[in-house]
Nanobody, 127 residues
């Protein structure tokens, strides 16, 4: 049974940094495509935005939404079975609940059909 647990959220001032962690159990992180998503305040869960995605396999292709490109970095630690999202130069519009999720086995995209979701971690960017 696949489970994901996010952590690392909190309150940070604009321009600050946070690192989110997604600990995965039940599968090894390098065999599944995994993404980070965020739900902005007042928005429905189904309107969440894909923030970043890291593909399964050794090549681990990464992708980012235009809104975070150059500021966020997704990475993977196979030994800890954990996916990280390093967030820098944070802006108030980055505020939201951040979720990690796995794609179905064998998939190489986070664009749709994400299979298993964590419970989320809250990020608030405010002065």
């Amino acid at each position: 049974q696949v489970q994901l647990v996010e952590s690392g959220g909190g309150l940070v001032q604009p321009g600050g940094s946070l690192r989110l962690s997604c600990v995965v159990s039940g599968v090894t992180v390098d065999t599944y495509t995994i993404g980070w998503f965020r739900q902005a305040p007042g928005k429905k869960f189904e309107d969440r935005e894909q923030v970043s995605c890291i593909n399964r396999g050794r090549r681990a292709d990464r992708s980012y939404s235009d809104s975070v490109k150059g500021r966020f970095t997704i990475d993977r630690d196979n030994g800890k079975n954990t996916i990280y999202l390093q967030m820098s130069s944070l802006k108030p519009e980055d505020t939201g609940t951040y979720y990690c999720a796995t794609a179905p086995a064998g998939w190489n995209t986070c664009d749709y059909g994400m299979d298993v979701w964590g419970m989320g971690t809250q990020v608030t960017v405010s002065s």
